[in-house]
């Protein structure tokens, strides 16, 4: 796996790198500084994964990834801070990063990085119990346009709330396989994999 960092503290990054070359698996293909770089890098060398820091002068993380995705829409770009601030996170979402973890979490930097560069959404567990209290506006998207009915667009509210399918039954008086068939025309209709890919779609899309 080629990834590459950017943070402009370069203790941080040269610990980052050091932790993730132990890693047999990881290739850090190059370092940066800012969020300007972090484009420039990411053009050079197209990296598996940009492991990046959101708070940068210059160009901050969430800039940079909203130019990175705007360029290269299939860019997984995970993003590492010290703070769980709620606008971080809801932007974070909106733009389309792959990833948003806590720096001290040092232990999941490796796993997230393996789950993001097979097409997957992390979210650090102090992170994750957050979203679902984020955002509960009415949605402006146009499911229709996506053949997503109201029963649809009910059960992906409730997936991006966090409930389970035995609780979205409960909630609206269906069978759990009912709830589970609805999830499966969902995720065909949407073309997602998962119900946290439902979710974070649900999120992007507010």
């Known amino acids: 796996m080629k ?3 950017v943070d402009d503290d370069c203790l941080v990054s040269g ?5 993730l070359e132990a890693s047999r698996e990881i290739q850090v293909a190059a370092v940066g500084a800012d969020g300007s770089e ?21 160009m901050s993380g969430l800039d940079a990834a909203a130019a990175i995705l705007s360029e290269f ?8 801070t010290t703070f769980s601030d709620d606008e971080y996170i809801v932007k974070a ?48 998207f146009d499911y229709a346009a996506l053949d997503i009915n109201t029963r649809e667009l009910e059960i992906i509210r409730l997936i991006a709330d966090g409930l389970s399918n035995r609780e979205i039954a409960g909630t ?10 609805y999830l499966s025309s969902i995720l065909d ?4 994999r998962d119900r946290t890919q439902v979710a974070v779609f649900y999120y992007q899309h507010l």
């Open 3 to 5: 990834i590459i960092i």
């Open 15 to 19: 610990a980052l790198k050091t932790i």
């Open 38 to 58: 972090a484009v420039t890098l990411y053009r050079e060398y197209r990296p598996d994964v940009l492991l990046m820091d959101i708070r940068m002068k210059k």
């Open 73 to 80: 829409p299939d860019a997984k770009i995970l993003l590492l």
């Open 93 to 140: 979402l909106k733009i389309g990063a792959k990833g948003y973890i806590l720096k001290q979490d040092y232990a999941s930097i490796v796993p997230s990085l393996k789950s993001v560069c097979t097409g997957q959404t992390v979210f650090g567990n102090e992170i994750s119990s957050k979203i679902p209290g984020l955002l509960h506006s009415s949605a402006d």
């Open 172 to 181: 609206l008086f269906l069978s759990e396989g009912t709830v589970r068939n």
């Open 189 to 192: 209709k949407l073309q997602l």
